[in-house]
RNA sequence: GGAGAGAUGGCUGAGUGGUCUAAAGCAGCGGUUUGCUAAACCGUCGUAGUUCUAAUAGAGCUACCGAGAGUUCGAAUCUCUCUCUCUCCGCCA
């Protein structure tokens, strides 16, 4: 959602920084509902006003002992009009709002503009890719290998991009949520938050995936329940509609959850392997800032998302997303990609934004400021995504003879310094 | 799942058809006075939309008392549906 007031003062401007990330805005069908809806709206307004006049005049008089049959009688009549015109108001305003709902947010100015992820700027990059002298595999051989990775009796029970875990390989994914909460509860200030898995419409609504992207989710029959994208959304919307002190500014939370995704329009894409999953568990860092340090905290963030990657010693480069390849409520947006000697290619495994009050202004959040409330600034990032992670390790720390060495940081969580077969079932 | 009771502003809480334009208290904010870790008194104190005024302020209007629909000239108040909370019973990890 937007700020109407920005938009009507500074309509110009506006559209020319939408039309940086490739959204372009009608200006003129903008000034002309704009218009429409609030002289509708104003009429409806004065006969309402006049009408609570009027009804005010029955009271008195009925109290006088007056007959007011004849002025009840036309009143009816004045109230059918304002019914009339109330429903024609109403609906230019639904229209007026569904037209903003589907306008981005607006790209912050340090972010570079450009067309697409060509345009997307390199701000960091850290770690050596482990030399090898062997041709290194790509998980979905050397987990399956491994026995830890099985797809098949995953499609069986459910269906094509699902996974089941055995042994080591489902210890390991335990072993990093633990380890990735720890660090951030411990080393970083964030508040450890298990949330629902399961979210209600306004929720979706509040974070933006509503209504533009309900494809993109899983929706449970015959409820207003849909299986969680992101925790970004439980967790943002556990502020909704409330108003918040200042000083307990930034608010930093931490949650672990498995996401689902329908993955509509990414057929063939990623098919291969877990990196593109129906469910994946990841852990998010989500932040309520105050608007003049939010940029500053995602910084903060971003830092704290990487930071899981130094303590493995993975390889990643950090990039700052151009204008037009920014996800659709982001101001900001950093994506950090891990690198896979098996794909021999950088993948991202977070992406970490600032909304600034674009969801703050849907989802009603707002801090008391030293004169009025106002609305706070919601940020978040994958801290990190799990299944991608596990993709690293096993990617990156891949022996010669298809085990898989612990990182150091692992080792108390797995109790053990090396993934060697599991043959169970495989 | 069954029965019952509830939902009012940041919080507590009054209000069962017409000055509700929502009492009062607490907390917050501004001020006055007195002065030892403070008290008393005065003022102020919701959100959104919108109109006007030379206007990052003020004055008005409209809507909002869990949500939605209805009855009525007029609804916090009456009716219906739904959601949530609490108590008891049932079931259950």
Same mark, same amino acid.
């Given at each position: 959602?937007?700020?109407?007031?920005?938009?009507?003062?500074?309509?110009?401007?506006?559209?020319?920084?939408?039309?940086?990330?490739?959204?372009?805005?009608?200006?003129?069908?903008?000034?002309?509902?704009?218009?429409?809806?609030?002289?509708?709206?104003?009429?409806?307004?004065?006969?309402?006003?006049?009408?609570?006049?009027?009804?005010?005049?029955?009271?008195?008089?009925? +109290?006088?002992? =007056?007959?007011?049959?004849?002025?009840?009688?036309?009143?009816?009549?004045?109230?059918?009009?304002?019914?009339?015109?109330?429903?024609?108001?109403?609906?230019?305003?639904?229209?007026?709002?569904?037209?903003? +709902?589907?306008?981005?947010?607006?790209?912050?100015?340090?972010?570079?503009?450009?067309?697409?992820?060509?345009?997307?700027?390199?701000?960091?990059?850290?770690?050596?890719?482990?030399?090898?002298?062997?041709?290194?595999?790509?998980?979905?051989?050397?987990?399956?290998?491994?026995?830890?990775?099985?797809?098949?009796?995953?499609?069986?029970?459910?269906?094509?991009? !699902?996974?089941?875990?055995?042994?080591?390989?489902?210890?390991?994914?335990?072993?990093?949520?633990?380890?990735?909460?720890?660090?951030?509860?411990?080393?970083?200030?964030?508040?450890?938050?298990?949330?629902?898995?399961?979210?209600?419409?306004?929720?979706?609504?509040?974070?933006?995936?509503?209504?533009?992207?309900?494809?993109?989710?899983?929706?449970?029959?015959?409820?207003?329940?849909?299986?969680?994208?992101?925790?970004?959304?439980?967790?943002?919307?556990?502020?909704?509609?409330?108003?918040?002190?200042?000083?307990?500014?930034?608010?930093?939370?931490?949650?672990?959850?498995?996401?689902?995704?329908?993955?509509?329009?990414? %057929?063939?894409?990623?098919?291969?392997?877990?990196?593109?999953? %129906?469910?994946?568990?990841?852990?998010?860092?989500? +932040?309520?800032? %105050?608007?003049?340090?939010?940029?500053?905290?995602?910084?903060?963030?971003? %830092?704290?998302? =990487?930071?899981?990657?130094?303590?493995?010693?993975?390889? !990643?480069?950090?990039?700052?997303?151009?204008?037009?390849?920014?996800?659709?409520?982001?101001?900001?947006?950093?994506?950090?990609?891990?690198?896979?000697?098996?794909?021999?290619?950088?993948?991202?495994?977070?992406?970490?934004?600032?909304?600034?009050?674009?969801?703050?202004?849907?989802?009603?959040?707002?801090?008391?400021?030293?004169?009025?409330?106002? !609305?706070?600034?919601?940020?978040?990032?994958?801290?990190?995504?799990?299944?991608?992670?596990?993709?690293?390790?096993?990617?990156?720390?891949?022996?010669?003879?298809?085990?898989?060495?612990?990182?150091?940081?692992?080792?108390?969580?797995?109790?053990?310094?090396?993934?060697?077969?599991?043959?169970?079932?495989?």
């Amino acid at each position: 959602m937007h700020d109407l007031q920005l938009f009507r003062s500074q309509l110009d401007s506006t559209a020319e920084r939408l039309a940086s990330r490739g959204f372009s805005l009608d200006k003129n069908a903008f000034r002309a509902i704009d218009v429409k809806r609030r002289d509708a709206l104003t009429e409806v307004e004065r006969l309402k006003a006049d009408r609570n006049e009027r009804s005010k005049d029955v009271g008195a008089r009925k +109290k006088a002992g =007056e007959d007011t049959t004849d002025l009840q009688t036309a009143m009816r009549a004045m109230g059918d009009r304002i019914a009339e015109l109330e429903a024609s108001s109403e609906q230019l305003d639904v229209e007026f709002r569904d037209m903003l +709902k589907g306008i981005p947010n607006l790209p912050h100015e340090s972010v570079p503009i450009g067309k697409d992820e060509h345009g997307n700027v390199e701000v960091r990059r850290e770690g050596a890719a482990a030399t090898m002298n062997f041709a290194p595999k790509p998980h979905w051989d050397l987990g399956v290998d491994l026995g830890i990775l099985d797809f098949e009796r995953a499609a069986k029970v459910t269906g094509s991009r !699902f996974a089941v875990y055995f042994g080591q390989g489902a210890k390991l994914e335990r072993a990093l949520v633990n380890f990735m909460l720890d660090t951030h509860t411990a080393e970083h200030g964030y508040m450890e938050t298990l949330p629902p898995f399961l979210v209600n419409s306004d929720s979706l609504y509040g974070t933006g995936q509503l209504p533009k992207f309900a494809e993109d989710l899983f929706k449970c029959e015959g409820t207003d329940y849909w299986l969680t994208p992101t925790a970004e959304v439980p967790v943002t919307n556990l502020l909704r509609d409330e108003t918040i002190d200042a000083e307990k500014l930034p608010v930093k939370l931490v949650a672990y959850t498995p996401c689902f995704r329908s993955e509509a329009g990414s %057929h063939g894409r990623d098919v291969r392997g877990i990196i593109r999953q %129906h469910q994946f568990q990841k852990v998010e860092l989500v +932040k309520f800032a %105050h608007p003049e340090h939010s940029y500053a905290e995602l910084d903060g963030l971003t %830092h704290d998302a =990487e930071n899981i990657l130094r303590k493995l010693e993975l390889p !990643f480069r950090t990039m700052a997303l151009c204008t037009g390849d920014m996800g659709f409520g982001s101001a900001k947006t950093f994506d950090i990609e891990v690198w896979l000697p098996g794909q021999n290619s950088f993948k991202e495994i977070s992406s970490c934004s600032n909304y600034d009050a674009f969801q703050a202004r849907r989802a009603g959040i707002r801090f008391r400021g030293t004169k009025k409330n106002e !609305f706070l600034h919601t940020l978040n990032g994958s801290g990190l995504a799990i299944g991608r992670t596990w993709v690293a390790i096993v990617e990156n720390y891949q022996q010669a003879d298809g085990s898989v060495t612990v990182p150091k940081v692992l080792q108390p969580y797995l109790n053990a310094e090396q993934i060697t077969r599991q043959g169970l079932l495989t």
